[in-house]
C-alpha cells in the first residue's frame, strides 16, 4: 500500500526514528503512517498536508474576512463573487491573507453593492465564492508535527508487532495486568491542539 497524499512522514523517516534495518515491514508501516496522518487531520478538523483544491466553493458571511478552510494559503487564483471575478490587490477588490496559523480572503470592496460609500463584506449566503484553484497547507511540515506523528507511528507500530490490539488484560505470572489503549499520546494531543482553528 503506498503512502496517501496526506502521510506526514515517510517510511524513511520513521524507519531511521526506530532504527529499523530491514524492509520487511514497510507495508505495515505505510498503513500506520497513513492512519496515523488521517487521525491527525480528523483531529485538527482540516488536511495539514499540502493540498490542491480546484473551484472551491466556501459561503459568503457577510463580513470582511472569509477563512479559508485550511492554512497556510500558497498560491490562490479566480475568485469569484456571485459568479463575477474579483481583482486581487491592496487597491482592488481583496487581497489574500495567510500565515502558519490561519489563512483567510480579506474583502476591500463590495462588488456586490451599487453605493459607494457601503460597508465592505462578502456576500451572504451559501456557496456564494467561488476559488478556482488554491494550494492550502504545510508544503513543508512543521517539525513538532513531524515528530508527533513519528512518536504516534512508533507506539502503533510496536503495539501490532506485539499484537496487543484489543488486549484489554495480560498474564503476568501469577496474576493480570490490566491494558488500556493508549489512543493518542497526550504530548502528541498537545501539539495538536496548537493546528486546531479557535474563532472567538
Known sequence: MPLNSNALITV??????????????DDL????????STEF??????TLKQTAYTNLYLDGNG???LDFPNW?????????????LLTAGDDYDYIVVSSDDDAYLQKLSASWVEVDD??????EGTRTVKVSSCLLGYAT?????????????????????????????????DGSVSLLD????????????????YKV
Open 29 to 36: 508501516i505505510e498503513v500506520i503512517i497513513n492512519g496515523v
Open 118 to 123: 457601503a460597508v465592505s463584506g462578502w456576500y
Open 182 to 197: 493508549p489512543g493518542l499520546l497526550p504530548d502528541v494531543v498537545a501539539v495538536l491542539k496548537r493546528y486546531r482553528r
Open 41 to 46: 487531520d480528523r483531529f485538527v478538523g482540516r
Open 141 to 173: 511540515i512543521p517539525a513538532d508535527l513531524a515528530l508527533a506523528c513519528l512518536k504516534q507511528s512508533a507506539l502503533e507500530f510496536q503495539r501490532m508487532k506485539k499484537k496487543e490490539w484489543g488486549e484489554t488484560s495480560r498474564s503476568v505470572g
Open 72 to 84: 497556510p494559503a500558497a498560491t490562490v487564483t479566480g475568485v469569484y463573487e456571485n459568479d463575477v
Open 63 to 65: 463580513e470582511t474576512i
Open 12 to 25: 524513511a523517516d520513521l524507519r531511521s526514528y526506530m532504527a529499523l534495518a530491514s524492509s520487511d515491514s
